[in-house]
Nanobody, 125 residues
Framework: QVQLVESGGGLVEAGDSLRLSCAAS????????MGWFRQAPGKEREFVAA????????DTADSVKGRFTVSRDNAKNTVYLQMNSLKPEDTAVYYC??????????????????WGQGTQVTVSS
């Protein structure tokens, strides 16, 4: 059974940093693209970042480009999202996710099958 557990969220001030972690189990972690998504109140879930199975390819949404960095440690079955220069508009529940197929790079939420429970990030102005 695939399990994804996010951690690292919290309440911070604008300009602060946070690092989210997502620990995965129940899958061959090193062959899967991993994605980060977020959902703010009253808004649809949106793509934040993705990283390929080897870490050789990453993508970040334009809204977070230059501020957020995705990375992974395949030895620890963990993916990270380093968030710097946080803004109030980054306030959301952040989810990590795994697609249904390994060895393929995805950024669309519809391709992701397994989702964590989410971690709340709140940025005050």
């Amino acid at each position: 059974q695939v399990q994804l557990v996010e951690s690292g969220g919290g309440l911070v001030e604008a300009g602060d940093s946070l690092r989210l972690s997502c620990a995965a189990s129940g899958l061959a972690f090193s062959i899967y693209t991993m994605g980060w998504f977020r959902q703010a109140p009253g808004k649809e879930r949106e793509f934040v970042a993705a990283i390929s199975w080897s870490g050789g390819r990453t993508d970040t949404a334009d809204s977070v480009k230059g501020r957020f960095t995705v990375s992974r440690d395949n030895a620890k079955n963990t993916v990270y999202l380093q968030m710097n220069s946080l803004k109030p508009e980054d306030t959301a529940v952040y989810y990590c996710a795994v697609p249904s197929v390994g060895g393929v790079y995805y950024v669309l939420a519809s391709a992701y099958k397994y989702w964590g429970q989410g971690t709340q990030v709140t940025v005050s102005s």
